[in-house]
């Protein structure tokens, strides 16, 4: 159980373009998504969280307008990178937290998807 | 501020070799810690949660403790399999959306 789906695993598109990434909660339904960003050697940070019908709350110093989320039903979330750039490039994880019970339970992750901007 | 971190940065041990990791914490208020596996190019995989001071979790060679302080994360016999970066992250009262404060991780690699 608690099997949270990331699409896709790798992107490779030009400067100027911008991304979707889709983030699904396969087996459960996700109250809350979680964006983070993690680059080489590094660890996760988070950039935004996602509630059901709700705007999205950022982290000090991301740019909503760069990163716009969605997160339109219980078991889906999208992040779209809008006109990247090269130092857009990097490693996006979602995760997911089920609704039922108490909201300290953990947090489930996708398998990443790898950003490069050429 | 809240905080996590871990260590070592990095552990290398031979197969069998038992050994342990830390991460320490300070936060306004815990309302769990967890620990994760991450393999090379994918996302944390959830191994414990602990949310209170002297709770112990155990799952094949890994065994989890919590103190008031910090926990570890106590691998018994290791194999080259257990190779991967281990994360810690709490979870604080002091978090809005009840949001994770991750450490750094732990890099484990195992050698036949």
């Known amino acids: 159980g608690a099997v949270v789906s990331q699409h896709p695993s790798r992107v490779i598109c030009k400067s100027g373009t911008s991304v979707k990434i889709e983030c699904r909660s396969l087996?459960?339904?996700?109250?809350?998504m979680f964006w983070y960003r993690q680059f080489p050697k590094q660890s996760l940070m988070l950039m935004a969280t996602?509630?059901?019908?709700?705007?999205?709350?950022?982290e000090q110093g991301v740019e909503k307008d760069k990163f716009l989320i969605n997160h339109a039903s219980l078991t889906l979330s999208t992040l779209t990178v809008t006109s990247a750039h090269p130092e857009d490039s990097s490693f996006y994880i979602c995760?997911?937290?089920?609704?039922?019970?108490?909201?300290?339970?953990?947090?489930?992750f996708g398998d990443g998807t790898r950003l490069s901007i050429l | 501020e809240d905080q996590v971190t871990q260590s070592p940065e990095a552990l290398r041990l031979q197969e069998g070799e038992s050994s342990s990791l830390n991460c320490s914490y300070t936060?306004?208020?815990?309302?769990?810690l967890f620990w994760y596996r991450q393999d090379p190019g994918k996302g944390p995989e959830f191994l414990f949660t602990?949310?209170?001071a002297g709770e112990e979790k155990e799952k094949e060679r890994l065994k989890a403790t919590l103190t008031k302080k910090e926990s570890f994360l106590h691998i018994t016999a290791p194999k080259p399999e257990d190779s991967a970066t281990y994360l810690c992250?709490?979870?604080?009262?002091?978090?809005?959306?009840?949001?994770?404060?991750f450490g750094a991780g732990t890099r484990l690699a195992v050698h036949p």
């Open positions: 602990l949310y209170s």
């Open positions: 936060v306004s208020g815990l309302r769990g």
């Open positions: 087996d459960f339904q996700a109250t809350t």
């Open positions: 996602s509630n059901e019908g709700s705007k999205a709350t950022y």
């Open positions: 992250a709490v979870q604080a009262e002091s978090g809005g959306y009840n949001k994770l404060i």
């Open positions: 995760s997911a937290r089920t609704r039922q019970g108490p909201s300290n339970q953990p947090q489930h």
